[in-house]
Structures are given as C-alpha cells and as structure tokens.
C-alpha cells in the first residue's frame, strides 16, 4: 500500500511540475515505461498491448526470464 501511495504521489508530482512549464505541445512530458517484458505470459500481453495502444513509450525485457 506505502509503495501505491509513493508511485501516485511521485506521478502527480511529475504532472504537476510539467504543466507549469512553457513546453510545445508535442514534447514528450512524461515517460512511461512497460517493465519486465518477458517474466511471465500476462506481463507479455499488458506491455504489448500498451505500447500497441500508445500507453508506453519504452518496454524493458527481462532476459533470463522462461
């Protein structure tokens, strides 16, 4: 639970420091990366289907995974 309310409070954080800036409208301002591509079938789908669906941006593949 401490480690959801940590990553949400660092995500509003982010949004909030980028949207006081003067930034073109096509400048990437926030990164997300699907992690852990390759440690089981489920986190296959969800990166894929994210970064299909233009949700992430980078995947990071586990290389000594099955």
């Given at each position: 639970m401490s480690k959801l309310v940590l990553?949400?409070?660092l995500l509003f954080v982010?949004?909030?420091s980028?949207?006081?800036e003067n930034?073109?409208?096509?400048e990437i301002q926030?990164?997300?990366r699907a992690d852990d591509i390759g440690s089981f079938h489920?986190?296959?789908v969800a990166c894929i289907?994210?970064?299909?669906?233009g949700i992430a941006r980078s995947v990071e593949l586990m290389a000594p995974c099955a």
């Open positions: 990553a949400l409070t982010s949004v909030f980028f949207s006081q930034k073109p409208a096509d926030l990164l997300i489920a986190a296959n289907e994210s970064y299909q669906n």
